[in-house]
């Protein structure tokens, strides 16, 4: 059984971590994109009805309430097992959270990335910890207690006791699903470009060491786990039963559609992608598909999970080899999985595997 994903790029601002094709846009651009939105939905000849629906972006929460219900009741099904949106919080109130839960969706993911004021004020991030408790509860008394908090590791200025703190947040609002990422520096960041170029702004010199932030990580692992929140993929913990059904999707290779600018789709056999910018995606396309590589992707994909990925991987043998010599990866019967330290350095084991015969 499969999912949907839905590409929402519009914010109502430019995050100065956010490395990924979302921003504010002219105005204009929202309805025709909604438009599109729904023709490419109303176009597609449903091979199955999805399980699982994950609204993303960008800031979907964004969407109009009734442009919102327009847009879910295409999809087939209505009663999905998870229907998450991501959210800004800050803007959500009990109408909107009574609306989306009538839309039919039950899962929300806040984007928060910390709960320390001067942190998120950097960020260009409005919010404050109360504000998202306060959410939290709107969330709760509309009937959508599964959600997600989204944390970043290795923020300007960020602190072991401030990351503690948000820490100490997250448990106390006794969240059932927590997705910890580690900070990216790279040109598609206006922060990665000022680190890059050795610049000030945004805090770029107060960025805590690489080593620090993989303590943080860590810290966070472990801080997590005696709160019940146990890791179940490199950036996702989760309490017991409430995993990002979606999300597993794409790292046990099931099938998914994606609609809107840059969504990614993958129909067991091929994978294909819809075009980045939000104009080209306007335009229309017929996007290329690509054979998918099960070998492969089912080892990459697999090894990002804690529980590792069962099979007979021989032609990764000698790789698998070297990541074990290097304390990377370890086994167990003809299960794989990373180690601590290969959960940290992911980005490298990952890069060691590119050269090895997949097939
Ligand atoms: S972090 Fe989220 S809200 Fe901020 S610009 Fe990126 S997608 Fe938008």
């Known amino acids: 059984m499969a999912g949907v994903y839905i590409s929402y790029p519009f914010c109502a601002q430019k995050c100065t971590y956010c490395n990924f094709a979302s ?47 327009g847009l879910l009741s295409a999809i087939p099904g209505g009663l999905w097992q998870e229907a998450t949106m991501e959210a800004a919080p800050g803007g959500i109130t009990p109408d909107k959270a009574a609306a989306w839960r009538r839309a039919g969706i039950n899962r929300v993911s806040l984007g928060v990335q910390s709960f320390n004021t001067r942190e998120l004020a950097r960020t260009g991030r409005k919010h404050t910890a109360e504000v998202v408790e306060c959410e939290v509860a709107v969330l709760r008394a509309a009937g959508i207690g599964n959600f997600n908090i989204d944390l970043i590791a290795g923020l300007p200025g960020q ?57 943080f990580y860590e810290i966070a692992v472990d801080h997590l786990a005696r709160a019940g929140i146990a890791r179940y ?44 910018s939000i104009e080209d995606y306007l335009r229309g396309s017929n996007p290329e598909r690509t054979p998918a590589e099960p070998i492969a992707e089912r080892f990459f994909l697999g090894l990002r999970l804690s529980e590792g990925i069962a099979g007979d991987w021989s032609p990764f043998q000698s790789a698998i080899e070297r990541g074990i010599r290097d304390g990377l990866l370890e086994t167990e019967g003809n299960r794989v999985r990373l180690t601590s330290r290969g959960v940290l350095l992911s980005n490298e084991v990952f890069a060691e595997f590119v050269g090895a015969p997949a097939t």
């Open 233 to 276: 993929e490199i950036s996702n913990f989760a309490r017991p039963g409430f995993e990002s059904r979606h999300n597993m999707k794409y790292w046990r290779r099931e099938a998914y559609l994606g609609f809107g600018a840059d969504a990614h789709s993958f129909d067991g056999e091929w994978r294909w992608q819809n075009p980045e």
């Open 159 to 215: 602190t072991l006791e401030s990351w503690n703190q948000s820490l100490d947040w997250v448990v106390s609002l006794n969240a059932p699903h927590v997705s910890v990422y580690m900070l990216e520096i790279d040109q598609d960041s206006r922060l990665g470009a000022e680190v890059m170029a050795f610049g000030k702004r945004y805090g770029a010199t107060e960025i805590p060491p690489d080593d620090q932030i993989a303590d």
């Open 23 to 69: 921003g504010v846009f002219p105005r204009e651009l929202e309805p025709r994109y909604l438009d599109a939105l729904r023709t490419e939905l109303h176009n597609t000849e449903w091979p199955w009805t999805p399980e699982t629906v994950y609204l993303g972006g960008g800031t979907p929460s964004l969407i109009e309430p009734e442009a919102l219900s």
